[in-house]
């Protein structure tokens, strides 16, 4: 073997050495990656989950007329911890004005537009005639649902699930269209 055969075969084993590395790392941070959003996203749901529930009881217990005052108010300090837990996940917003420096540090600065929300429907729950916001109430909830869909973006979600898994979340089809054919036509589970 030449001198030339040997520096073209060990050029050759330090490329293959080398996008061997490349991969490794590539797919290791890339899981890491997809595992902290994963994580995250579960995480995020499960706030946005008992959040939710706190917030439709407190309008259905309200709405019926069936609340009594140690229900409200433990479903007021619920909705009130999951505030408290909400700035972990949207921190204050630092606007470079100093606003509310004297504050602790988790409160200073302007309250994120998404907790934002839900201290306002507090303070339409904690009110005696909270009966009569309740209209207001399911806008803010619809607003705090809308504000967490955007951002873990469920359908690019689901799109991703189906490109890389066997499952099919995304059927396209509407009740409209369901109604007028043949339940049989469909194969929901296969």
């Given at each position: 073997?030449?001198?030339?055969?040997?520096?073209?075969?060990?050029?050759?084993?330090?490329?293959?050495?080398?996008?061997?590395?490349?991969?490794?790392?590539?797919?290791?941070?890339?899981?890491?990656?997809?595992?902290?959003?994963?994580?995250?996203?579960?995480?995020?749901?499960?706030?946005?989950?008992?959040?939710?529930?706190?917030?439709?009881?407190?309008?259905?217990?309200?709405?019926?007329?069936?609340?009594?005052?140690?229900?409200?108010?433990?479903?007021?300090?619920?909705?009130?911890?999951?505030?408290?837990?909400?700035?972990?996940?949207?921190?204050?917003?630092?606007?470079?004005?100093?606003?509310?420096?004297?504050?602790?540090?988790?409160?200073?600065?302007?309250?994120?537009?998404?907790?934002?929300?839900?201290?306002?429907?507090?303070?339409?729950f904690i009110r005696a005639d909270a009966v009569q916001y309740l209209q207001h109430a399911t806008e803010l909830q619809r607003h705090f649902t809308s504000y967490i869909y955007?951002?873990?973006?469920?359908?690019?979600?689901?799109?991703?699930?189906?490109?890389?898994?066997?499952?099919?979340?995304?059927?396209?089809?509407?009740?409209?269209?369901?109604?007028?054919?043949?339940?049989?036509?469909?194969?929901?589970?296969?």
């Amino acid at each position: 073997m030449s001198t030339a055969e040997i520096v073209a075969n060990i050029i050759a084993s330090i490329a293959l050495l080398l996008a061997i590395v490349s991969f490794v790392y590539t797919w290791k941070t890339n899981t890491k990656k997809f595992e902290l959003t994963e994580q995250y996203r579960n995480n995020l749901l499960q706030w946005y989950q008992e959040t939710t529930i706190t917030l439709i009881q407190l309008k259905l217990l309200i709405e019926s007329g069936g609340l009594v005052e140690s229900q409200k108010y433990e479903l007021l300090s619920k909705l009130s911890s999951q505030i408290e837990l909400g700035r972990f996940y949207f921190p204050n917003i630092d606007k470079g004005d100093s606003f509310g420096k004297e504050k602790p540090t988790a409160y200073q600065g302007y309250r994120h537009i998404a907790l934002e929300f839900l201290v306002f429907s507090y303070n339409i729950f904690i009110r005696a005639d909270a009966v009569q916001y309740l209209q207001h109430a399911t806008e803010l909830q619809r607003h705090f649902t809308s504000y967490i869909y955007e951002l873990l973006q469920p359908k690019a979600f689901n799109r991703s699930i189906c490109k890389y898994t066997t499952v099919i979340i995304d059927k396209n089809i509407v009740l409209e269209e369901f109604l007028k054919k043949d339940p049989k036509d469909f194969i929901f589970y296969s």
